[in-house]
Nanobody, 122 residues
Framework: QVQLVESGGGLVQAGGSLRLSCAASGSIFRINAMGWYRQASGKQRELVATITSSGTTNYDSSVKGRFTISRDNAKNTVYLQMNSLKPEDTAVYYC????????????????WGQGTLVTVSS
């Protein structure tokens, strides 16, 4: 199977920056889109940003211009650079990847990380 491990969360003051990383491992055949989602306390999980295998990106309007998603296909890793952080960015951030495994290279499976907490203080 495929495992996603996030890192880089923490506590930062408003206006500060953090960089999240998410590395995929396991019996990977191919990874299509990768992305970041977040879930604030008491709210539903929402899309933050996605990136295709060719590098096309998509952002939620609330983070556009402040966050940058990127990926290293050779390392099966996706990053989220977060600048000008606001208290409303506080949430658990989850990594997602559309994966094809060596065992089943024709069916895409959604893989999720365990989440990393980002707290922005005012």
């Amino acid at each position: 199977q495929v495992q996603l491990v996030e890192s880089g969360g923490g506590l930062v003051q408003a206006g500060g920056s953090l960089r999240l990383s998410c590395a995929a491992s396991g019996s990977i055949f191919r990874i299509n889109a990768m992305g970041w989602y977040r879930q604030a306390s008491g709210k539903q999980r929402e899309l933050v940003a996605t990136i295709t295998s060719s590098g096309t990106t998509n952002y939620d309007s609330s983070v556009k211009g402040r966050f940058t998603i990127s990926r290293d296909n050779a390392k099966n890793t996706v990053y989220l650079q977060m600048n000008s952080l606001k208290p409303e960015d506080t949430a658990v951030y989850y990594c997602n990847a559309q994966t094809y495994t060596l065992r089943n290279p024709y069916t895409a499976l959604d893989a999720w990380g365990q989440g990393t907490l980002v707290t922005v203080s005012s």
